[in-house]
């Protein structure tokens, strides 16, 4: 069956760190999302892409990044850890931009910058 | 830009009970869908919603976007325990497939 995973499912880091979370799908969706997940803020949007070699900033990027050299994979990397960055970051994939538009989410990764 | 609000944050239930979340957006939405988090997991798809004033049940779960197509509601009959978890809606921002989620409506049932 078809599914999206990450790793590591946790992690704990040192502040100053860069650290890199992984995304893996195999629906063969063109698009790929990523998402921090904070209370009392939802979910909100990192950064995305809508096909190879396109990537696209979310509504927090600052500190991200992300590049997308396959279908498959959408590797986040923190380029130096800050203590703010401690969440769970999920990933996400949908279909075509010809819909249906629903996103399919990973298991999570929980990330902690000490 | 687009800006999704979700009421309540918190809902505390009885078990039995019926209640309402809502969601609200600051510009006319294309596309609203709504997805369930149970407690340590992720976010899955409920449903989506398209058309002005459309209305879609799920056994228990009655779901309605709003004439304007800038608010949309989901109605729980019934609370189960099983319906515990965090309810988000999402507004579709580009047509490409962009959400802009909601906070989300933590659910509690007391049995």
């Known amino acids: 069956d078809a599914e999206i995973t990450q790793s590591p499912r946790h992690k704990i880091t040192e502040t100053g760190r860069q650290v890199t979370l992984a995304c893996h799908q195999t629906?063969?969706?063109?698009?790929m999302f990523w998402y921090r997940q904070d209370l009392g803020h939802g979910l909100r949007l990192i950064h995305y892409?809508?096909?190879?070699?396109?990537?696209n900033k979310g509504e927090v990027s600052d500190g991200y990044s992300v590049s997308r050299s396959n279908t498959e994979d959408l590797p986040l990397t923190l380029e130096s850890a800050a203590s703010s960055q401690t969440s769970v970051y999920f990933c996400?994939?949908?279909?075509?931009?010809?819909?249906?538009?629903?996103?399919?989410f990973g298991p999570g990764t929980r990330l902690t910058v000490t | 830009g687009q800006q999704v609000m979700q009421i309540p944050q918190y809902q505390h239930v009885q078990e039995g009970e019926d209640f309402t979340t809502y969601c609200n957006s600051s510009?006319?939405?294309?596309?609203i869908q709504w997805y369930k988090q149970r407690p340590g997991g992720h976010p899955v798809f409920l449903i989506q919603?398209?058309?002005?004033?459309e209305v879609k049940k799920q056994k228990r779960l009655t779901f309605q976007f709003g004439e304007a197509k800038k608010n949309s509601s989901l109605h729980i009959t019934a609370t189960q325990t099983t319906d515990v978890g965090t309810y988000f809606c999402?507004?579709?921002?580009?047509?490409?497939?962009?959400?802009?989620f909601g906070a989300g409506t933590q659910v509690v049932v007391t049995p």
């Open positions: 510009t006319t939405l294309s596309n």
């Open positions: 996400a994939s949908s279909e075509n931009p010809q819909g249906p538009y629903e996103q399919y």
């Open positions: 919603l398209v058309k002005s004033g």
């Open positions: 999402a507004g579709l921002t580009d047509s490409w497939g962009k959400l802009q």
């Open positions: 629906w063969n969706h063109n698009n």
């Open positions: 892409s809508y096909g190879v070699h396109d990537t």
